[in-house]
């Protein structure tokens, strides 16, 4: 089966940095998604990453070891709008039909 | 430019009822796809739509769910009956373009069901 590993909750200060981990065991892999989730909201997409190596976006940066078979989420300069669940979901190889295997999230709780 | 919506936001019904979920992808957006979350677990695949075509139910839980799109445009997903085990979060996402290796997927803010 699929298994994608993420820790279930985390708590950093505003201002401060917070790395995101994510562990993968998939029967495929063609890419690996971060998404963000606020409470009662839709997912919205933050990175994308299918080669070894950081992706860095303004305040987010993701990173990806294929051979590890794990990722981060990393965000700097923390705000209290980014208490979110952070989704990390992986696409499986295949007939292309863009079906995303998610872990459970991780909650984050931005602290003053 | 609106985003994927769909209705309704909260749906509360008994066991053995009939539920209809709506989604409206982004205009434009030949893929559709409807993901689930039941609570305490992880989003799941439930299937994809191309246009009107279904490209991978593979993810449907049994028949008891039907989802369609006609016309290629808005998509239903019917549960009928509903059980307990279907209560949850159903997501809508849509998404630009063919097959590809990246893209976003755009999700909608998703249809709570509660089966009692």
């Known amino acids: 089966g699929q298994n994608i590993d993420q820790p279930t909750e985390m708590t950093a200060t505003e201002g401060a940095i917070v790395q995101i981990n994510c562990t993968y065991q998939t029967s495929g892999f063609n890419g690996l998604f971060w998404y963000q989730q606020h409470a009662g909201e839709a997912p919205t997409f933050l990175s994308y990453?299918?080669?070894?190596g950081l992706e860095e976006k303004g305040r987010f940066s993701s990173f990806l070891s294929r051979s590890k078979g794990y990722s981060y989420l990393l965000l700097k300069e923390l705000q209290m709008k980014d208490s979110a669940s952070y989704l990390c979901?992986?696409?499986?190889?295949?007939?292309?039909?863009?079906?995303?295997?998610f872990g459970k999230g991780t909650k984050l709780s931005v602290i003053p | 430019e609106a985003g994927v919506t769909q209705f309704p936001s909260h749906s509360v019904i008994e066991k053995g009822q009939t539920v209809t979920l709506r989604c409206d992808p982004i205009?434009?957006?030949?893929?559709l796809y409807w993901y689930r979350r039941v609570m305490g677990k992880e989003i799941k695949f439930l299937l994809h739509f191309v246009k009107e075509s279904k490209q991978d139910e593979s993810g449907m839980p049994n028949n008891r769910f039907l989802a369609e799109r006609t016309g290629g445009t808005y998509s239903t997903l019917k549960v009928q009956p509903a059980e307990l085990e279907d209560s949850g979060v159903y997501f809508c996402a849509s998404r630009a373009g063919g097959f590809g290796l990246g893209g976003e997927l755009f999700f909608g803010e998703g249809s709570r069901l509660t089966v009692l």
């Open positions: 205009s434009g957006h030949d893929n």
């Open positions: 979901a992986v696409r499986l190889s295949g007939a292309g039909s863009y079906q995303l295997t």
């Open positions: 990453n299918v080669l070894d």
